[in-house]
Every structure is written in structure tokens, then in C-alpha cells.
């Protein structure tokens, strides 16, 4: 039975990405997609997939480490599809743009590298979907993830707190995320398919200009997305003043005026 139907879907309205709220941090966020496909082993790659291409990040720094790949940028939101779209290294004829849900997703052909930046820990039901990606492989192939693992990170713990204990508190009583799950869990779930699963963790600390206003900003981009889009226009006001201040408690500035923001992401390479 194809994978997506056992997809279980969060219960949420469309929220709708933003691609230039998103690339605000565009170095920052490209950094850990460098540091994944620079792991990933070496091998000849005909045919390759982002999976949640984004703006267009992430396959640019694919294309520069396999620039003979026929290449599909995938992303379910358009305005993202858009962006990439307007990347001059994109615009080639070995780079297809599709807008379509990762859920939904099956290759056409196997796949001699599936990347993922960022983008599964939007996809509920891991144990599925990850056996279903790597089915899409060919022998020997790659699926290279990263995801953020920050759920423990003050930005997160923040913004649950004010989530539920603020006026608006009904209207998250139903809020569904997908779960994140630790290395264990993919070492475990994917090592009896592949010849090979390494998985590792890394904390950047990237230095943000503008104080507590800019984790705010990165955060707009991504995790607060679900909650926004269940408030009204003076309820999402109030909402950030009190997530600013909640930052400007937490993430104090640095000697030199900028804030270090903390980020942990977990990096998962399955070769078939």
C-alpha cells in the first residue's frame, strides 16, 4: 500500500510560507545544508530530489556539489516554488521546479540522492515516511536530512508557554505538530534497510544583528507560523509583544551588541 495513505494530516489550516520572511536568515539556515552534503558519501548522482527545496537554497548548494545532476526542486507552498524560481543558477534545463506535498510524493525514477533541509519535521508519521524515501533510492544512493532539534531550546519552551497560558489558549487546545524524535529512533528505523545510516548532531550558535527582535524574526519565518495562523490580526500583535519579551529575557545580547542564537539540528545520511 503507497505510503500516503496511512498519512494521518495535522489538522491545520493551509499556512501559507512566506519565502522572503524566510530567507531574512538565509546564510545562517544554509549553513547546516552545507555541512550535510558535504557527508554525504561519494558516488555519481544522475538523478536527485529536494524534497522542501525552500527558496531555492538548498538545491543551489546541491547543484554545486553534483553540477551534472538532473535536479527536481519540490516545495508544497508556491511562493517558495516562486523564489527558486528566480534563482540564476536554477533557471537550467537540469533543474525542475514542482510544487507538490512531500506526503504525496513517490520518484519517477529511482533516485540517486533524496534531499531533505529542514523540511520532514513538517511530514507527520516518520516511521513510515522514511522507509518510504528510502524505497525511492537507487543501490548504493543516499537520503540525506537534516532537521531541527530545538523543541528544548528557550524559544520553543516560550512560545508553548505563552501559547497556552495566554487569552487565546482555546484556540491551541487542538493544535497538532508532528512529533520529532531522537537519533535513536532513525539509527533504529532505518539501519535494516541500509548498508549504512550515520546520524549526528550539531549546535550552531549563530550571531543575530538586532537584538532579541531578530530570534523573533528567524522564528516568524518558521515555528511560529502554526500559532500565527490561528490568531486574529490584534491577537497576533499581542502575541509577539509577549514572545519579544520573552526573547529579550532569554537570549541577552552579546559583548557586542548581537544575540548568539542556539540552534541544535540532527543530520541523518541513509545509503542504500
Not at 548548494?61 to 508556491?78: E, F, G
Not at 544583528?209 to 499581542?238: C, I, T
Request: charged share 25%; aromatic share 8%; proline share 9%.
Amino acid at each position: 500500500m503507497a505510503y500516503a495513505r496511512h498519512i494521518v494530516r495535522p489538522k491545520e489550516p493551509h499556512m501559507a510560507w512566506s519565502a522572503n520572511q524566510y530567507s531574512l536568515f538565509e546564510d545562517e539556515r544554509t549553513r547546516a545544508v552545507r555541512d550535510l552534503i558535504a557527508a554525504i558519501p561519494p558516488r555519481p548522482v544522475r538523478h536527485a530530489t529536494d524534497l522542501g527545496c525552500g527558496p531555492g537554497n538548498s538545491t543551489e548548494v546541491l547543484l554545486q556539489r553534483y553540477p551534472d545532476a538532473q535536479v527536481t526542486a519540490l516545495d508544497s507552498d508556491p511562493d517558495m516554488i516562486d523564489k527558486a524560481r528566480e534563482r540564476k543558477r536554477l533557471c537550467i534545463p537540469r533543474v525542475r521546479t514542482v510544487i507538490a506535498d512531500i506526503a504525496g510524493w513517490t520518484a519517477p525514477e529511482p533516485q540517486d540522492l533524496i534531499l531533505a533541509n529542514a523540511s520532514l519535521q513538517w511530514v507527520p508519521d516518520h516511521a513510515l515516511l522514511y522507509p518510504h524515501l528510502v524505497r525511492q533510492l537507487s543501490e548504493g544512493a543516499s537520503l540525506a536530512v537534516q532537521t531541527p532539534d530545538n523543541l528544548d531550546e528557550p524559544a520553543h519552551r516560550q512560545l508553548r508557554e505563552i501559547a497556552s497560558q495566554g487569552p487565546w489558549a482555546a484556540k491551541f487546545a487542538d493544535l497538532q505538530l508532528p512529533p520529532r524524535h531522537n537519533a535513536a529512533f532513525y539509527y533504529d528505523l532505518l539501519s535494516p534497510l541500509c548498508a549504512r545510516v550515520d546520524v549526528w548532531r550539531t549546535t550552531y550558535h549563530h550571531p543575530l544583528v538586532g537584538g532579541a527582535e531578530a530570534v523573533v524574526e528567524w522564528f516568524k519565518g518558521s515555528a511560529l507560523r502554526p500559532y500565527l495562523a490561528r490568531l486574529d490580526e490584534q491577537e497576533q500583535a499581542d502575541f509577539l509583544q509577549m514572545y519579544l519579551q520573552a526573547m529579550q529575557r532569554d537570549y541577552p545580547p552579546a559583548s557586542d551588541g548581537k544575540v548568539l542564537l542556539p540552534f541544535p539540528r540532527l543530520f541523518v545520511i541513509a545509503t542504500r
